[in-house]
């Protein structure tokens, strides 16, 4: 008999707790580079809006839109941790 065989009922459980974990580490890494490029964004956006590239109208719909998506994304990390 294999001794993966004879181990399963004790090391399945870890092995499947450690797979959650890095799962849910790198969903926390996607979200973190997600918000970073969001927050990039913002900081161009305002950037194009000081040198006059946009109007200020267009500058608050983007800025809205980016702000809404950094929320959601914020929103989404809490309710994962609250699991």
């Known amino acids: 008999m294999s001794l993966k065989l004879?181990?399963?009922?004790?090391?399945?459980?870890?092995?499947?707790?450690?797979?959650?974990?890095?799962?849910?580490?790198?969903?926390?890494n996607t979200e973190y580079d997600a918000t970073e490029n969001l927050h990039k964004q913002l900081l161009a956006l305002?950037?194009?809006?000081?040198i006059g590239d946009i109007t200020e109208e267009e500058f608050e719909i983007q800025e809205e839109?980016?702000?809404?998506?950094?929320?959601t994304?914020?929103?989404e990390a809490a309710q994962l941790e609250d699991l």
């Not at 004879?6 to 459980?13: N, S």
């Not at 839109?65 to 929320?71: K, N, S, T």
């Open 73 to 75: 994304l914020e929103e």
């Open 65 to 71: 839109e980016l702000l809404l998506r950094i929320q």
């Open 46 to 50: 305002q950037l194009a809006f000081d």
């Open 6 to 28: 004879l181990l399963l009922p004790i090391m399945g459980p870890v092995t499947g707790l450690a797979w959650i974990g890095q799962q849910i580490q790198e969903r926390a």
